[in-house]
């Protein structure tokens, strides 16, 4: 049973470059959610797709942007990068059907992005 | 909005010894779910126990318990027997259970250490 899976698992980028992380939720899941990580922080909602639309958005800006695909992969783009980006991009994938269940939204290893 | 506290950056454990990781969380809602996810070095995040606020009985997973104070909001977390591998950054977070899609709130974090 595949898990999800992020990539890529590292990356660096200067400010004011665009950057996409993508990630394939865990089988048979099809909503998938977006967390940023600051250093010894909790994470902090991003956005959620689900049906290849864009469900509810955290307080992030309109730099942070996203999509999923029919086969309910989905990918992260942050334009603009600034410094204060950096950080560890989590990736959730959870099953529809649980949502009035509280569905267990099962993370990915994300991806560690550095902004210099 | 919900909001969840570890008051507790720090703990650490004797190999073999039991540990109390602490979580409070605020909130107007009588619905809810509340987790407790681990997240090794390796970076995944990892659900350990969660537990459902209309439920009594308090939450058990192997060496891992909850106990559950809904009316003081409290959600701590005990790891009985700790093993080397129990060490890793412990989150506590909250979900609401009303319509809509909620998303996870998390809390700072415990770090846990176990002492051979």
């Known amino acids: 049973d595949a898990g999800v899976t992020q990539s890529p698992t590292h990356l660096i980028k200067t400010r004011g470059q665009q950057v996409t992380l993508r990630c394939s939720p865990k089988s048979g899941h099809d909503t998938v959610s977006w967390y940023q990580q600051a250093l010894g922080q909790g994470p902090q909602f991003i956005f959620q797709?689900?049906?290849?639309?864009?469900?509810q958005r955290g307080n992030f800006p309109d730099r942070f942007s996203g999509h999923q695909f029919p086969n309910y992969s989905s990918e992260l783009n942050v334009n603009a990068l600034l410094l204060g980006d950096s950080a560890l991009y989590l990736c959730?994938?959870?099953?529809?059907?649980?949502?009035?269940?509280?569905?267990?939204?099962?993370f990915g290893p994300g991806t560690r992005l550095l902004v210099l | 909005a919900q909001t969840v506290t570890q008051s507790q950056p720090e703990m650490s454990v004797q190999e073999a010894e039991t540990v109390t990781l602490s979580c409070t969380y605020d909130?107007?809602?009588?619905?809810?779910?509340l987790f407790w996810y681990k997240q090794p070095p390796s970076r995944q995040m990892i659900l350990v126990i969660r537990q459902e606020a209309y439920k009594q009985q308090n939450a058990t997973e192997n060496r891992f318990s909850v106990n559950f104070q809904k009316a003081a909001k409290s959600f701590s977390l005990k790891i009985s027997d700790s093993q080397l591998g129990d060490a890793a950054m412990y989150f506590c977070?909250?979900?609401?259970?009303?319509?809509?899609?909620?998303?996870?709130?998390f809390g700072k974090g415990t770090r846990l250490s176990v002492i051979a």
């Open positions: 977070a909250y979900r609401s259970a009303g319509s809509g899609n909620t998303p996870l709130v």
């Open positions: 959730a994938s959870s099953l529809e059907w649980d949502r009035g269940r509280g569905e267990t939204q099962y």
């Open positions: 797709y689900y049906e290849e639309e864009e469900r």
């Open positions: 909130t107007s809602e009588s619905d809810y779910y």
